[in-house]
């Protein structure tokens, strides 16, 4: 049997095409009148009257903006936030250190919140198109979560990511 568990911040699905409205209470993605991809619509006068900015003791990843993320239960490699550094060659810009990320992709914090939607809706086998880091991400996100993967890369994937997504399972 499933738990659903309260998603109160999200009001409904939307399609981004024609904007019919579906309720969140299934793993719905895509719109029932047109097939165009539903986007995530929050309930936004509730999040601004209960939910408080994180402080600095509140965590680190994706999962101290609990407060605005749907209800479901955390998914974690231990993601990080990951610092902007100060461009040495070039002044003004800075780049982004997604390295300190389990995976040591950008995908890790997306994914693990998509993981735990997928968990939260009872889904247990997931699968992905990639070049190589996102089927990384995901393979690591779902083998914490106990979910299955098909992982399908190009043929010029690098060696790594391949090898990683096979380490996951």
């Not at 990843?61 to 209800?71: C, E, F, Q, T």
């Not at 997306?110 to 992905?128: D, N, P, R, T, W």
Request: net charge negative.
């Amino acid at each position: 049997s499933i738990t659903i568990v309260s998603i109160s911040r999200i009001s409904s699905l939307e399609c981004s095409r024609c904007h019919h409205r579906v309720v969140a209470d299934s793993a719905s993605t895509v719109c029932p009148a047109c097939s165009d991809v539903l986007f995530v619509r929050y309930d936004m006068e509730e999040i601004k009257r209960s939910v408080q900015r994180p402080t600095g003791d509140s965590g680190s990843g994706i999962w101290r903006y609990a407060g605005v993320l749907p209800d479901f239960a955390p998914v974690s490699l231990g993601e990080v936030g990951t610092p902007l550094l100060r461009s040495r060659q070039y002044s003004g810009l800075f780049v982004k250190d997604e390295g300190r990320n389990p995976t040591g992709s950008m995908e890790d914090r997306g994914m693990a919140l998509a993981v735990a939607a997928a968990k939260h809706y009872g889904i247990q086998q997931l699968s992905i198109a990639s070049q190589g880091t996102a089927a990384v991400s995901l393979a690591a996100c779902a083998a914490a979560a106990g979910l299955g993967v098909h992982a399908y890369l190009s043929q010029d994937v690098s060696t790594v990511d391949h090898l990683e997504c096979v380490a996951f399972g």
